[in-house]
């Protein structure tokens, strides 16, 4: 049983570093919110996996408060953020 | 230990959602344009973050604390769709996607609203 938990942190982990090239090179500001989003997921998931694992309860509240403060997060950025300039790749901008 | 059935299940339902968290990782990265990129990160955010909390929650079966979890996925069920939807009108209006992938754009012919 032990190797399903390490199988599931492996892919976890490499798919937060995946996820994480995109939030530092993402061409625009919305690439990035989503790619934070789904980096945000990603950290849910591991913790929940974290506490199947590990039979620990305390961390299911940091789930429960990393779903609402990405929310909060994500409007923000999608209301306050300042238009992406110009690119020079042909797309319009 | 002896593992019960319920825990092989929680184990596969785990992994099941990491796969998913996976693929959606390659496909944030390898997608062309901003709407792709949206398309393929839903897949972690509800499905494999409701099947990671699911295979949790069997397996703390009896915790006071699977409340939480519950919580949790109700949450985010309800606050993905607010996320996206501001998150593609915005991409729409800046254009921020590629015209040649689409194969019909509704807002063109019935109006932004």
Excluded at chain 1, 10 to 29: D, K, N, S, Y
Aim: hydrophobic fraction near 55%; glycine fraction near 8%; aromatic fraction near 6%.
């Amino acid at each position: 049983m032990n190797t399903v938990w390490t199988i599931s942190a492996v892919l976890l982990t490499a798919a937060a570093a995946i996820t994480m090239f995109r939030l530092l090179a993402g061409p625009g500001t919305l690439d990035r919110l989503v790619a934070l989003d789904t980096f945000v997921a990603v950290t849910m998931c591991a913790i929940g996996t974290w506490a199947a694992f590990s039979l620990d309860t305390t961390v299911t509240y940091s789930l429960t408060a990393l779903a609402l403060i990405s929310f909060v997060g994500s409007v923000s950025v999608a209301r306050f953020r300042v238009r992406d300039k110009d690119r020079s790749d042909g797309r319009r901008p | 230990m002896s593992t019960g059935i319920l825990d092989v299940l929680a184990a596969a339902l785990v992994l099941g959602g990491s796969v998913l968290a996976l693929t959606a990782a390659i496909g944030v990265v390898r997608f062309p344009d901003t709407l792709s990129r949206m398309h393929a990160a839903t897949k972690p955010q509800v499905l494999g973050l409701l099947l990671v909390l699911a295979g949790a929650a069997i397996r703390l079966r009896g915790h006071a604390d699977v409340g939480m979890l519950i919580l949790a996925g109700l949450f985010t069920i309800i606050t993905a769709p607010v996320v996206a939807n501001r998150v593609g009108q915005l991409a729409y209006r800046e254009q921020s996607f590629r015209d040649d992938l689409l194969t019909k754009d509704e807002i063109i012919e019935f109006g932004d609203d």
